[in-house]
């Protein structure tokens, strides 16, 4: 089962009308979900946001009038803990960070399915192997745990390195 043909990602979505919108955020930065359809921030309008937002102080609004990130996310949710809050990251191709943890079920095939992390797609649930919770399938972790072995292998070929260049000087 976790090899199950997972049907085109456009085909799954709740919302084809919001990827339509080709991941251009609105005006102010909000983008629908394409899963749950919600309004939510978006990661890279909450990069613009840093560095200005229009109200002429670099988002350090200190009014609720001003068009910080923050203040959008306050009025969404009347939440002071932005944590909370849903937001679309840009590689998520419009999921937004509450649908990308939850298994989704295709109803014509009952397949259940998750969002992988590392694919950038969907995949069976099954692929998420014991972990069902875990944000990356199987293959993903075991190839995220390939690429650190050879980082922590080629960190040590350099220590060694440098420890033999100041053993000869």
């Not at 089962?1 to 955020?25: G, R």
């Not at 014991?130 to 990356?136: F, I, M, S, V, Y």
Request: aromatic fraction near 4%.
């Amino acid at each position: 089962m976790k090899d199950a043909p997972v049907p085109d990602f456009t085909s799954l979505v709740n919302f084809p009308v919001h990827m339509a919108t080709k991941q251009i955020p609105s005006q102010d930065g909000m983008r629908n979900c394409v899963m749950c359809g919600k309004a939510c921030p978006c990661s890279a309008s909450s990069k613009n946001m840093k560095k200005g937002d229009g109200n002429g102080n670099g988002g350090n609004s200190g009014s609720n009038s001003g068009g910080s990130m923050k203040n959008k996310l306050n009025m969404m949710g009347n939440n002071p803990n932005m944590s909370q809050v849903a937001i679309i990251p840009t590689q998520n191709k419009g999921l937004c960070t509450v649908c990308d943890v939850n298994v989704w079920v295709v109803t014509a095939t009952r397949l259940e399915i998750k969002w992988c992390k590392g694919c950038k797609n969907f995949r069976p649930w099954a692929a998420f192997g014991d972990k069902g919770l875990a944000t990356k399938c199987v293959r993903c972790r075991e190839r995220q745990r390939e690429k650190y072995a050879l980082q922590k292998e080629e960190k040590e070929k350099s220590k060694l390195q440098k420890k033999k260049l100041a053993a000869k000087e």
